[in-house]
Nanobody, 118 residues
C-alpha cells in the first residue's frame, strides 16, 4: 500500500506565500527508496503541468512560470518534498499534486488546492 499525502494548500492574496508538503509512505519505498519527487498543478480547463521536481541526488528543475519564486526541497530520510511558494500570483491558482516516481512508476497524491486572489 502506497500513501502520498499533501498538505499546506489554502487561500492567499497576491504576493503572499504558501508552503506545500508531501509525504510518501509504503512498503515499496521502504524496499527501493524513491527516485523522483515533484509537484504538478492543474487549473480548471488546463492540462496538468510540472511545477518543480527533485531527484534523489537533489538536482532540481522548475517550470518556467515559477522560476525564481518557488523552491522545492526534499528529505530523503523522511521521504518528504516541500514546495515553498513565494510571490504568488492569481495564475498560480490550481490544484497541486505531489508525484513520486520509482522505477518508472508514478504515484500521485489526491491534491491540495491553492487559491490566489488579486
Amino acid at each position: 500500500q502506497v500513501h502520498i499525502v499533501e498538505s499546506g494548500g489554502g487561500s492567499v492574496q497576491t504576493g503572499g506565500s504558501l508552503r506545500l508538503s508531501c509525504a510518501a509512505s509504503g512498503i515499496v519505498f521502504n524496499l527501493y527508496g524513491i527516485d523522483n519527487m515533484a509537484w504538478y498543478r492543474q487549473a480548471p480547463g488546463k492540462q496538468r503541468e510540472l511545477v518543480a521536481g527533485v531527484n534523489k541526488e537533489g538536482i532540481t528543475n522548475y517550470g518556467d512560470s515559477v522560476k525564481g519564486r518557488f523552491t522545492i526541497s526534499r528529505d530523503n530520510a523522511k521521504r518528504t518534498a516541500d514546495l515553498q511558494m513565494n510571490d504568488l500570483k492569481p495564475e498560480d491558482t490550481a490544484a497541486y499534486y505531489c508525484n513520486v516516481g520509482l522505477r518508472g512508476v508514478d504515484y500521485w497524491g489526491q491534491g491540495t488546492q491553492v487559491t490566489v486572489s488579486a
